[in-house]
T-cell receptor
Framework: NAGVTQTPKFRVLKTGQSMTLLCAQD?????MYWYRQDPGMGLRLIHY???????AKGEVPDGYNVSRLKKQNFLLGLESAAPSQTSVYFC??????????????FGQGTRLTVV | DAKTTQPTSMDCAEGRAANLPCNHS???????VYWYRQIHSQGPQYIIH???NNETNEMASLIITEDRKSSTLILPHATLRDTAVYYC???????????FGQGTTLQVKP
């Protein structure tokens, strides 16, 4: 049981390049989330999904796109990376409310640097 | 989504109880109070959650006031390994939106 797995763990991008971060969970969770965390700050919600095929904007969605074509995967895309997107990105997943265990499980993070 | 307010930082002596407060005065009836913590740069870890009643598990206790406008997370015997940032969250399954605030940095001292 791997839990929540993020790929890659580290990445350096040049300004203007694009990339996709992959989040995979094997717990059959309905909800999935993408966060960013800047140094000394709390986690800020970028986008989230409450089910396969659905996505919604969080607190800081600009500059990012997401897709959830399969229940177990949640992809975060940066179309044209900017230095302001240098951050640590966390993915999380959880069961929907009403299930017995509704706590969120987090991945180990992806450290992204845009130069 | 209800906003939560927590102190920026707290200290606690090792072996003593750590009591972390959280205000959520605008919490709605269907919002749960969740607590997570983040140690160093790791992903946050779930601690406990509750709706109305007090809750206890192997990690901590959660005390929610009767009017649900505030709560306290209690770590009964804090250790150095409990040094972390603790986040209090008001979460509604209706929206699914899980918002973290700035949290409380707990420093457990020898």
């Amino acid at each position: 049981n791997a839990g929540v797995t993020q790929t890659p763990k580290f990445r350096v991008l040049k300004t203007g390049q694009s990339m996709t971060l992959l989040c995979a969970q094997d717990m059959n969770h309905e909800y999935m989330y993408w966060y960013r965390q800047d140094p000394g700050m709390g986690l800020r919600l970028i986008h989230y999904s409450v089910g396969e095929g659905t996505t919604a904007k969080g607190e800081v969605p600009d500059g990012y796109n997401v897709s959830r074509l399969k229940k177990q995967n949640f992809l975060l895309g940066l179309e044209s990376a900017a230095p302001s997107q240098t951050s640590v990105y966390f993915c999380a997943s959880s069961h929907r409310t009403g299930r017995k265990n509704t706590e969120a499980f987090f991945g180990q993070g992806t450290r992204l640097t845009v130069v | 989504d209800a906003k939560t307010t927590q102190p920026t930082s707290m200290d606690c002596a090792e072996g003593r109880a750590a009591n972390l407060p959280c205000n959520h005065s605008t919490i709605s009836g269907n919002e749960y109070v969740y607590w997570y913590r983040q140690i160093h740069s790791q992903g946050p870890q779930y601690i406990i959650h509750g709706l109305k009643n007090n809750e206890t598990n192997e990690m901590a206790s959660l005390i929610i006031t009767e009017d649900r406008k505030s709560s306290t997370l209690i770590l009964p015997h804090a250790t150095l390994r409990d040094t972390a940032v603790y986040y209090c969250i008001a979460f509604s399954g209706n929206t699914g939106k899980l918002i973290f605030g700035q949290g409380t940095t707990l420093q457990v001292k020898p």
